[in-house]
Nanobody
Framework: RTQLVESGGGSVQSGGSLRLSCAAS??????MAWFRQAPGEKREGVAA???????EYADSVLGRFTLSRDFSRTTLNLEMDKLKPEETAMYYC????????????????????WGQGTQVTVSS
């Protein structure tokens, strides 16, 4: 059974840093991404990467978050710096078997596999 398991969430003060990791049970995913959802809000794309290994970021995190995928293609890491209270949310790892156009990478509609999520809380 295909699985995605997130880790690394926690509580941090505003301006702090956290590193999230997603472990995949297969190395065949061509596209992987991180999404987040705050209570009462829509799920939004944070960062994604496809087989070209060039990350795509949401404008709101550009310059503060860094997405990377290990050589084995089974681990997706999200380094988050200068966190803001409004970024408190459940963060989800997602994946799909095929590639996507860059313009669709942060659209959750296209992802078939999802992890259970890891909570990130940023206090002011």
């Amino acid at each position: 059974r295909t699985q995605l398991v997130e880790s690394g969430g926690g509580s941090v003060q505003s301006g702090g840093s956290l590193r999230l990791s997603c472990a995949a049970s297969t190395n065949t995913f061509r596209t992987m991404a991180w999404f987040r959802q705050a209570p009462g809000e829509k799920r939004e794309g944070v960062a994604a990467i496809t087989q070209d290994n060039i990350p795509e970021y949401a404008d709101s995190v550009l310059g503060r978050f860094t997405l990377s995928r290990d050589f084995s293609r089974t681990t997706l890491n999200l380094e988050m710096d200068k966190l803001k209270p409004e970024e408190t949310a459940m963060y989800y790892c997602a994946a799909r078997d095929n590639s996507l156009p860059r313009s669709d990478l942060l659209d959750d509609w296209y992802y078939s596999y999802w992890g259970q999520g890891t909570q990130v809380t940023v206090s002011s």
